[in-house]
């Protein structure tokens, strides 16, 4: 550990690091910016994206919550996406406690053909995936899009808890079975608690890769069944309608809220744990 | 399997072989689903490009109209080409990023990560959204750009805009494998390096740059097959122009129902992208075993 902290001052000097930082700082900046120019654009008086905005309102949160197309999306994407993370959390996890006792080739293929989803082209899925619940009576559907989504969230799940899995003491398992708890309580007693760190980052994972979700989405939604992705992707294409970036603000709350919490059960957890 | 021996009664160790294999079988359910709505509809998909043709034609009717016209054969090469272009940005912005990274201490650290991490939490309508009131021609960018005095730039619609936007999101898979081949690099490699006299940028293009070039490669291989799927960025940054496989594959069946076609198109894209991963996995093996060089 001592050596790789003396390892970096070797090359440069404090020009050199100052470069580093400066240039470290402008990525961060401009992956961070973008999202909070979202913010003011959403209480604009005026009718467009312009910037900068003119007047100050809270009429584009007014038509969020008022407008029917708008709230429908909202609950139909929240919906199918709380019904998704649970699916995949199951699935993800079992995936995981299976895959983690192979190994060599079997377990590489089977990991590589269920990691799939995360790296195919959705279009490509996507194109298969509507043909197929076109004849299953699965398009239009909650059930078609919950189906669908969970075999794109599942590898998120799976890769989350696969990596907790990997930095856990076996033999604790072990000690659990020969006190003669069955495998059943060993797993909600012992595997859970340590793997949970790991099972929170996968679900907020799941539960993103489906609210996010537009390509599928596109494919198998109807009339009275548009999610809100799809919606927010045909408005910005359609109308410069802000209500767009009032959506946008309420998301980027929800999903820091979110992460924040995550952050803060796992890190009150690693305090208990250590006491 | 490391059983503390005399701790355990022979039930126990019996018990626990009984669990290792129903916890193989636990992964069953999981590739069942799969089968049913990943995989087979995959299959389908593959099945339907060869045999949705038009009466009379052959099984490759859809490839020959695929491959023969020529706007096809455009925005195939304008996917590779945009695809290969975002590889290049975000590998050159990754490196410093996963070096930054390596040097940083502590809580710096983990503010780096986060800060990298960020599109994996972030909605990619969103994002995009943003990077449309920026960049447009009333946007936040010539906004700032007039403050200073400079003339406007029309930068939405263009290959630019989609480069950027696909870029951003793409950053952390090319900076996580960069950041984990540097860490695992032996420090003391470069120590004797400099101990023998090499300049730092000796060391650094002769011992540090070489025994990273894995986590290039992996992170770059990544980054291009992801880009071959884009759609939602070129679709709200680009314009015509610069259409990409994805948006022709989806248009061929929203405007269209031209299913063959597209399941056709969809093969082409599915082959390229498992084509390419798996040229990626070789090379990366080929080089880890030729370089090794990592700590032991």
Redesign the interface.
């Known amino acids: 550990m001592e050596?790789?902290?003396?390892?970096?001052q070797?090359?440069?000097r404090r020009s050199g690091?100052i470069a580093?930082?400066g240039?470290?700082g402008l990525?961060?900046f401009?992956?961070?910016a973008?999202?909070l120019?979202?913010i003011p654009?959403s209480f604009s008086g005026a009718d467009?994206?312009?910037?900068?905005p003119r007047g100050l309102s809270a009429r584009w949160y007014v038509n969020l919550f008022t407008s029917e197309s708008w709230t429908r999306g909202m609950l139909q994407s929240f919906g199918i996406a709380s019904v998704v993370t649970v699916l995949s959390v199951v699935?993800?996890t079992?995936?995981a406690?299976?895959?983690?006792?192979?190994k060599g080739i079997p377990q590489a293929t089977?990991s590589g053909?269920?990691m799939?989803?995360m790296?195919?082209?959705?279009?490509?899925?996507?194109?298969?995936?509507?043909?197929?619940?076109l004849k299953w009576h699965l398009t239009a559907s909650y059930l078609g899009f919950v189906?669908?989504h969970?075999?794109l969230a599942?590898p998120f799940v799976l890769t989350t808890v696969a990596a907790a899995l990997k930095g856990f003491d076996?033999?604790l398992?072990?000690a659990a079975?020969?006190c003669?708890a069955t495998?059943v309580a060993?797993f909600f007693h012992v595997t859970l608690p340590l793997i949970r760190p790991g099972l929170a980052s996968g679900a907020?994972?799941a539960f993103?890769a489906s609210?996010?979700e537009?390509?599928i989405a596109?494919?198998l939604g109807g009339p009275e069944l548009k999610t809100l992705?799809v919606q927010?992707?045909t408005s910005?294409?359609v109308d410069s309608d802000p209500t767009?970036?009032a959506v946008?603000t309420v998301?980027?709350a929800v999903?820091s809220l979110a992460?924040f919490a995550i952050m803060r059960s796992n890190q009150a957890r690693s305090v208990g744990g250590s006491h | 399997m490391?059983?503390?021996s005399g701790?355990?009664?022979p039930d126990?160790v019996r018990?626990?072989g009984r669990?290792?294999f129903?916890?193989?079988?636990?992964?069953?359910?999981?590739?069942l689903?799969?089968a049913a709505?990943?995989?087979?509809?995959?299959?389908?998909?593959?099945a339907?490009g060869l045999t949705d043709t038009p009466a009379g034609a052959g099984s490759w009717a859809n490839f020959a109209w695929f491959f023969d016209d020529e706007a096809n054969m455009r925005i195939y090469r304008h996917t590779l080409w945009t695809a290969l272009r975002v590889t290049l940005f975000c590998v050159l912005?990754a490196y410093?990023?996963a070096?930054?990274?390596?040097?940083?201490?502590g809580a710096w650290k983990l503010a780096?990560l986060g800060?990298?991490l960020?599109?994996?939490?972030?909605?990619?309508?969103?994002?995009?959204?943003?990077?449309?009131?920026?960049l447009?021609d009333?946007?936040?960018l010539n906004?700032l750009l007039a403050l200073v005095g400079i003339a406007p730039v029309s930068i939405l619609g263009t290959s630019t805009a989609v480069t950027i936007g696909m870029a951003?999101v793409l950053?952390p898979f090319a900076v996580l494998p960069i950041y984990t081949a540097m860490q695992k690099i032996d420090?003391?490699l470069?120590?004797a390096a400099?101990m023998l006299g090499a300049r730092?940028?000796v060391?650094?293009t002769t011992v540090?740059l070489p025994l990273s070039l894995t986590g290039v490669f992996a992170g770059a291989f990544?980054v291009f097959?992801?880009s071959?799927?884009f759609?939602?960025t070129p679709?709200?940054l680009g314009s015509a122009r610069e259409t990409m496989l994805?948006q022709l594959?989806?248009r061929q069946?929203?405007e269209l129902l031209a299913?063959g076609h597209?399941?056709a198109m969809?093969t082409v894209?599915?082959l390229t992208?498992v084509g390419i991963?798996v040229a990626g996995a070789l090379l990366t093996r080929t080089l880890r075993h030729r370089i090794g060089g990592t700590r032991p």
């Not at chain 1, 467009?48 to 900068?52: D, E, L, N, V, Y």
């Not at chain 1, 406690?97 to 192979?102: A, E, H, I, T």
């Open positions: 050596t790789q902290r003396a390892f970096p070797q090359f440069a690091a580093l930082y240039f470290a990525v961060a401009s992956l961070i973008p999202l120019i979202i654009m467009s994206f312009a910037f900068p699935l993800g079992l995936a406690l299976g895959l983690s006792r192979l089977l053909l269920l799939s989803p790296i195919l082209p959705a279009v490509v899925s996507g194109v298969g995936v509507y043909a197929v619940f189906l669908a969970t075999a599942t076996r033999t398992e072990y079975a020969s003669g495998p060993t907020l994972f993103i609210f996010d537009v390509v596109s494919f992705p927010m992707f910005v294409y767009l970036a946008s998301i980027i999903t992460i | 490391h059983l503390p701790t355990t009664s126990a018990r626990a669990w290792r129903t916890r193989t079988a636990l992964v069953v359910p999981v590739l689903f799969f709505f990943f995989l087979y509809p995959m299959a389908m998909m593959v339907k912005v410093p990023m070096y930054a990274m390596l040097r940083a201490k780096i800060v990298v960020l599109p994996f939490w972030t909605s990619a309508v969103v994002r995009n959204f943003a990077w449309v009131v920026i447009q009333r946007g936040v906004y951003q950053l420090p003391n470069v120590r400099l730092p940028i060391a650094f540090f990544l097959v992801l071959l799927g759609y939602v679709a709200m994805p594959i989806f069946i929203d299913w597209a399941s969809a894209l599915l992208t991963l």
